[in-house]
């Protein structure tokens, strides 16, 4: 092999790497660029820097979730006509899917719709005219333009449902200053929080992010509940909950749950009933993500109502309990809203009050118990406003 051959290879050999080097490297910073334009809309609510940052991450990672987020981001500023071509993108974007597409849709449905309305005034810096009526670029009633200075008047051509229309920076152009219909807000940067499209409702935060879900557990626990010369303190234990999220970029939210578990006797030929157990409380969570895998510290309280299993409607008994959970689940399924999770947990329990006779003595309920369990759980995630039915998300 010659020299010449040699190198090429050895060039050839290194440039592989690198490339893929580099590759990682934009893309990483594209999602950078995406969690910062996010933050900055949803949280400082600058819109136009956030907008920027979208374009950023596109231009170095056109992933599909990249390109729908310019796209509503776009939508947001008014800017329609440069939102529908980003939008229209997203079909042949990196790693488009049906939901994404779905989404995509209901936001060129509403953009054709604002097209339609609106004149056709050419633009070169991709801002749309007001839909409610022409700028006439000139003369308004409360002014003259004077080389393109807009004087405050009201516009000729009908009251601007789109916001002010101002002048661009050395040039006689108007410019929309807002969204049609009470935007997010002006040119300069911040304004309120994304606006909904017709039909839908305030975006989600963050990938991943819901606004609430139901769920159910199912598994078995081992307790000190009880008299241990009669209660062997195992069971089944059941719990049915609803999450609701509370602050989404920080993934914290709050539980309402109803648990029931039972205390079996220790002898089966006993003539002692089991304890059946229910507790009614709340607790407030934390996910911490790696993926596709999630672990949700939880930490609640509830009351409990202690009862023998053949007599539910009288002797029971009150206590006061503590909950502690470290949850392992698994996201799946479109928009990962299927979650199943395996959750070990601790329930501490304060001494019984109340009960009829010597219930609370005769079962060792006044003292203070304690118990562990282990539960498989399916969870199903809304990312719809609770009580509501659709929703447009951020990616």
Request: proline fraction near 5%; charged fraction near 20%; aromatic fraction near 8%.
């Amino acid at each position: 092999m010659s020299n010449r051959l040699r190198n090429a290879a050895l060039v050839l050999f290194l440039a592989i790497p690198a490339h893929a080097l580099a590759q990682t490297a934009a893309s990483d910073r594209a999602a950078e660029l995406n969690d910062e334009g996010k933050r900055l809309w949803l949280e400082e609510k600058d819109l136009e820097t956030a907008t920027e940052k979208f374009r950023q991450a596109t231009a170095l990672s056109p992933k599909a979730q990249y390109v729908f987020n310019l796209c509503y981001a776009l939508h947001q500023l008014g800017k329609y006509r440069e939102a529908r071509t980003e939008c229209e993108k997203i079909d042949s974007a990196q790693g488009s899917d049906d939901r994404l597409r779905e989404k995509a849709a209901l936001v060129l449905e509403d953009l054709d719709q604002k097209l339609a309305n609106a004149p056709a005034v050419s633009d070169p810096y991709g801002d749309e005219s007001n839909a409610g009526g022409t700028d006439t670029g000139g003369t308004d009633t409360g002014g003259t333009d004077t080389g393109g200075t807009d004087t405050g008047g009201t516009d000729t051509g009908g009251t601007d449902t789109g916001g002010t229309i101002g002048t661009r920076p050395g040039g006689g152009e108007p410019v929309s200053t807002g969204e049609p219909g009470g935007g997010p807000g002006s040119q300069g940067g911040a304004g309120p929080g994304p606006k909904p499209i017709p039909g839908l409702y305030q975006p989600a935060k963050i990938p991943d992010d819901y606004s609430w879900a139901i769920g159910m557990d199912l598994g078995f626990h081992g307790s000190n509940i009880g008299d241990p010369d009669i209660h062997n303190g195992a069971g089944v234990a059941v719990t049915g909950y609803m999450n609701f999220m509370l602050l989404a970029m920080q993934r914290i939210g709050i539980q309402i749950y109803i648990t029931y578990r039972d205390v079996g006797i220790e002898d089966e030929f006993s003539t002692a009933d089991d304890i059946t157990i229910l507790d009614l409380g709340g607790a407030l969570y934390k996910h911490i993500k790696r993926n596709r895998f999630y672990m949700t510290p939880l930490v609640g309280a509830h009351v409990a109502v202690m009862q023998r299993e053949d007599s539910l409607d009288e002797e029971a008994a009150a206590s006061l309990g503590l909950r502690t959970d470290l949850s392992f689940s698994w996201l799946f399924g479109p928009g990962r809203r299927h979650v199943l999770s395996v959750t070990p947990g601790f329930n501490f329990y304060l001494p019984a009050n109340g009960g009829e006779g010597r219930f609370v003595e005769d079962n060792r309920l006044d003292e203070t118990s304690v118990s562990f369990s282990v539960r498989l759980g399916y969870t199903l995630r809304f990312t719809t406003p609770f009580g509501h039915s659709s929703l447009l998300t951020l990616e």
